[in-house]
């Protein structure tokens, strides 16, 4: 399938077909600038993923808020994300990307700045909720932008950039954070959103082009966007709260049920509307449909897995927030290096090998992190952190190429939102899912191993409460408890967790493994020709 794109720039726009570009005029539309302009923006949402978590423990006590709303910071950005993304792709293909990503980096800094000026926890998180909001405008945006302005043969290249940048933001955040909090305030994280923004915002005036499809959707699906965004909402809902709701609980299944009929009825909908917000055709795609399913997979393996080592690093380790972060730079590094290699191999060899094989080294950088144990050194720790890297570069960079690259130009920016938000979900069920399987694995060793270690019998109040504790890497260790009990109770925490750490990881390993079959359906993106729309590079 192919199409043309118009190139916005005055009332008398003219289709222009990607056979035929026109080169660049200076610097608006230049493919490379494009890029620079994309990861500005791109790189404060990505950095606000994980600089926040640094900064709650100031807010809290800043803002005397209780624990709970100090988790709605984190869950009130991720469900205005999450539940926004797709729609917020069709937003670009509808008004055009450069358009929604002004927007999007706009609102975002704008949210930023007011949280900063923000005096109670309740401001906090409603600005949270809007910086969500203008997030997901921004980033299926910058991928619809890449998409339109690169040839094929340059694309993998610059989504391998831009990935780099996302990891690097992503895993730079916790070192940026500690920094910020601890010679600052916490009202500098997210200030610092403000210069970035307007830097990106100047860049994007200047620099973007805007480039729409002939076919682009001229109408929207309202009642589609009810319906998907009901389903999302539903479905995250019952991910945030299954932790503390549990999974037997009926609240948990009864939003997971909520979620399945809202998608259903959406999938209905969907084969009666003329212009549906996701047509369902896409999914005919069998690599576009693989591309979804393996960015789910590998979210679940590579979040879910690390969010136990941050509470390793820090709680068993005794690191602070800065030093946990240094001791993942190998990770970062690797993306770093790997992303734009991954996208000159993926050019050349196409997605199948390169992604199968990064599966396959995430799977095994996994099952290393399972035999980590409370005294394993720094550069074992290394080794396997800078192999997870190495293998989640070339499937952040290939797999957003099959889903991007196998959907048709007009639908550039809906295929930009799945991307993303397979990789929210996916992110939310491994964080979600191997919980579970570390809670259930401390209650079931924790009991055991304290009265094996001839520590005083607990209640179940108290083995509930040392079980909450040691699901995060914390001793349970009471006041005034004399040293050598309070060594053999924290001995005892930190192997119990370590089992628990190991189990996860090993479910990592193997939700990893299957990712392996799922790369094997991929391959290049037939459209991907459609986006050399502007000049060659």
Not at 33 to 39: H, R
Not at 96 to 123: D, E, K, N, P, Y
Not at 313 to 332: E, F, R
Not at 353 to 379: H, R
Request: charged share 10%; aromatic share 8%.
């Amino acid at each position: 399938m192919t199409s043309q794109t118009v190139e916005s720039t005055g009332p008398g726009d003219k289709a222009s077909a990607p056979s035929d570009p026109a080169p660049p005029e200076g610097l608006r539309g230049h493919p490379w600038f494009t890029l620079i302009t994309v990861a500005v923006g791109v790189m404060m949402v990505a950095l606000d993923g994980t600089i926040v978590a640094i900064a709650n423990p100031a807010i809290q006590k800043d803002l005397h808020a209780s624990f709970a709303d100090v988790q709605w910071i984190t869950n009130g950005y991720f469900l205005a994300l999450a539940v926004s993304l797709i729609t917020a792709g069709k937003l670009g293909d509808r008004f055009g990307h450069r358009q929604t990503f002004l927007v999007g980096v706009t609102g975002f800094a704008a949210a930023s700045g007011a949280i900063g000026l923000s005096h109670s926890i309740a401001m906090v998180v409603t600005f949270r909720v809007f910086q969500g909001l203008f997030g997901a405008l921004l980033m299926p945006a910058a991928l619809g932008l890449l998409r339109a302005t690169f040839p094929a043969e340059k694309l993998n290249m610059a989504i391998g950039i831009w990935g780099m940048v996302i990891g690097a933001s992503t895993a730079g955040g916790p070192i940026l954070g500690g920094v910020l909090v601890e010679h600052v305030n916490w009202q500098s994280v997210f200030f610092i959103n403000v210069p970035v923004g307007a830097l990106a915002l100047i860049l994007g005036l200047v620099i973007l082009l805007d480039h729409r499809a002939e076919n682009a959707p001229r109408s929207f699906d309202i009642p589609g966007i009810v319906l998907l965004s009901g389903a999302m909402f539903c479905l995250v809902w019952a991910l945030i709260k299954a932790p503390s709701w549990g999974w037997g609980d009926g609240r948990t299944w009864a939003f997971i049920a909520a979620s399945v009929l809202g998608f259903a009825l959406f999938a209905f909908w969907e084969t009666k509307v003329k212009e549906p917000l996701i047509p369902l055709g896409l999914f005919r795609s069998v690599p576009l449909s693989a591309g979804v399913v393996l960015m789910v997979l590998m979210a679940i393996a590579f979040m879910g897995g690390l969010f136990f080592v941050t509470f390793y690093l820090q709680n068993v380790h005794g690191m602070s927030p800065i030093d946990a972060g240094l001791h993942l730079l190998p990770l970062t590094g690797m993306m770093i290096v790997g992303s734009p290699l991954a996208g000159a191999l993926i050019t050349k060899l196409g997605p199948r090998v390169p992604l199968a094989g990064g599966m396959l080294v995430t799977a095994a950088a996994m099952y290393g992190m399972s035999t980590l144990e409370t005294d394993t050194g720094s550069a074992t720790m290394s080794l396997w952190f800078a192999l997870l890297g190495l293998g989640l570069a070339p499937v952040m960079v290939g797999a957003t190429e099959v889903i991007v690259g196998n959907a048709p130009m007009e639908l550039s920016g809906v295929a930009g939102g799945l991307q993303q938000a397979a990789m929210q979900i996916g992110g939310s069920l491994g964080t979600a899912v191997l919980g579970a399987v570390m809670a259930s694995k401390v209650d079931n060793d924790l009991a055991g191993n304290w009265k094996d270690a001839g520590l005083p019998p607990l209640t179940a109040a108290q083995t509930d409460q040392a079980s909450e504790a040691v699901q995060v890497g914390v001793a349970p260790v009471p006041k005034g408890v004399p040293e050598a009990v309070a060594a053999k109770i924290t001995s005892v925490a930190h192997d119990t967790f370590i089992s628990g750490m190991s189990l996860a990881s090993l479910v990592a390993a193997g939700v990893a493994a299957v990712a392996v079959l799922v790369a094997l359906l991929t391959k290049r993106g037939q459209n991907a020709e459609a986006g050399a729309g502007v000049g060659h590079i």
